[in-house]
């Protein structure tokens, strides 16, 4: 899903172009029905986030399936569009630049026989100009043979019938051209290729609910997924096993892209690919319940947090027992949270024993903390930079608490009760004192406040003296400072 898109209003507000070769050469020759299809296809290319199923165009444009494919069938002998697919249907619009320009001139006596062979396979209806020459143009740029060609036609209409359209024809042949196929020996191994399909065929067509026979793509598809991906029938179905709501070919092909992108093959490795995301999306559901935040889909979650998360050796306990701890603190979003699973990582706390551990300690220490608060005549909360003091205090300086509640004592009700706590402890520190009784035979340091003098000369100025230098002082210019 786009993370954003245009709002109805927006759309009905902006515009369609229309390429006016169309409006001269193409519109006065099309009825009412080809032109709503084709303009409201425009519309939807346009316009990506727009509802463009098949069963929403039939029912914007009231009109039955088979009058769009037969639209689309139309224009695609124009060279407007190409249809990509027709269950589901996908449609691509094509320039209509191209589509007029001149046709290469092919001499006829270079071409009579497969002329001859070629309209012998359509005995219902006569070809045309354009439709030779679309053949010509073909299979001069591919290189395929001209036997290998007919082979292809006669292929498409056993599979299509009669009504085939030399676009499908044409596709069908590019595709093939794409993997190699370029002689009738080629296209007698393709279709052998197919043949030994039809087991294979059956079971997938069953496992994605098709009812039918196998369209030419599906075919197509099946053979990439076995002898490019390398897939086993086996995992195929598992994967068709996983697809949830309504199945196709086209949602299985996506499927087994992702499984052969994360490299995984059998299907034991897709069972547990699919245990493993089921289970990191229940975790989701109790971080996001326990942090308390909503989301509707939790694909970005899995991959931006989660994965990370338990990829650092997080169990789960931990991460729930780390949102509940955000969740007291206030911190109420899925970034804030993943700062505070950084700082425990940083710190080795991965588990919830330790991480409950780690806690306790904090909580310890801050009732400590607030204690030396209290000695000092005040009472206020815990702070970072209270914890970074007792840290230096207690860690680096080698105090017991005994001390720095004497040391906090001795600074009570005075302005600045913190730094003179921390000189107290620095002069015990010099003189080797660690006790509390060694510290109470040192001599009483000189009034913290009054050694606070300013290190420069001071002047006593009379009124008139200020008011000078204030007067003289305005005057400046900027070129004087």
């Not at 245009?6 to 080809?34: A, G, M, R, W």
């Not at 169990?315 to 425990?344: P, Q, S, W, Y």
């Amino acid at each position: 899903m786009s993370f954003a898109r245009f709002s109805s209003d927006f759309l009905v507000e902006t515009f369609t172009l229309v390429d006016n070769l169309f409006i001269n050469e193409y519109l006065p020759f099309c009825d009412e029905k080809q032109i709503k299809v084709y303009l409201y296809g425009l519309y939807l290319c346009a316009n990506p986030a727009t509802d463009n199923s098949i069963d929403a165009l039939c029912s914007r444009l009231d009109m039955k399936e088979t009058e769009i494919l037969s639209a689309y069938g139309y224009f695609e002998d124009m060279g407007l569009v190409q249809i990509v697919s027709r269950e589901p249907l996908e449609v691509k619009y094509l320039s209509l630049k191209k589509s007029m320009q001149p046709p290469k001139k092919y001499k006829g006596e270079k071409w009579n026989d497969f002329n001859t062979h070629l309209q012998q396979l359509f005995p219902e209806r006569m070809l045309t100009p354009n439709e030779y020459n679309e053949y010509y143009t073909f299979l001069d740029e591919s290189k395929m043979e001209r036997d290998a060609m007919l082979m292809i036609v006669q292929y498409c209409i056993d599979l299509k019938g009669m009504s085939v359209r030399y676009p499908y024809i044409l596709t069908v042949a590019r595709n093939w051209a794409l993997d190699g196929v370029r002689t009738a020996q080629d296209v007698e191994n393709r279709l052998a290729e197919y043949e030994t399909q039809s087991e294979q065929m059956r079971s997938v067509l069953a496992a994605v609910g098709r009812k039918g026979g196998a369209e030419l793509e599906d075919k197509q598809m099946l053979l990439k997924w076995t002898r490019s991906w390398g897939y086993e029938l086996d995992a195929i179905l598992t994967a068709a096993k996983t697809l949830k709501g309504s199945k196709s070919f086209k949602k299985l092909d996506s499927r087994l892209d992702e499984f052969y992108r994360l490299s995984i093959f059998t299907s034991q490795e897709m069972n547990d690919y699919q245990a493993y995301r089921e289970h990191l999306r229940e975790l989701a559901v109790s971080i996001n319940k326990t942090l308390g935040v909503f989301y509707e889909s939790f694909e970005h979650e899995i991959e931006i947090y989660i994965v990370p998360w338990t990829s650092k050796g997080f169990d789960d306990e931990a991460l729930v027992k780390l949102a509940h701890h955000c969740f007291v603190t206030n911190i109420r979003t899925l970034e804030g949270m993943n700062n505070v699973v950084n700082k425990f990582y940083s710190l080795g706390r991965l588990s919830a024993d330790s991480i409950e551990e780690y806690l306790r300690l904090q909580i310890e220490q801050d009732s400590k903390i607030k204690k030396i608060i209290e000695k000092s005549g005040r009472s206020r909360s815990v702070t970072p930079s209270d914890r970074d003091y007792y840290r230096t205090w207690t860690v680096s300086w080698g105090f017991d608490d005994d001390v720095i509640l004497y040391a906090a004592e001795q600074s009570a009700f005075r302005t600045y009760p913190v730094p003179y706590i921390n000189q107290l402890l620095s002069n015990y520190k010099s003189a080797g004192a660690t006790t509390v009784e060694q510290v109470k035979k040192l001599p009483a340091p000189s009034n913290y406040e009054k050694e606070r003098k300013p290190n420069f000369k001071q002047h006593e100025y009379t009124a008139e003296e200020l008011h000078s230098i204030v007067t003289s002082i305005d005057s400046l210019s900027d070129t004087d400072l």
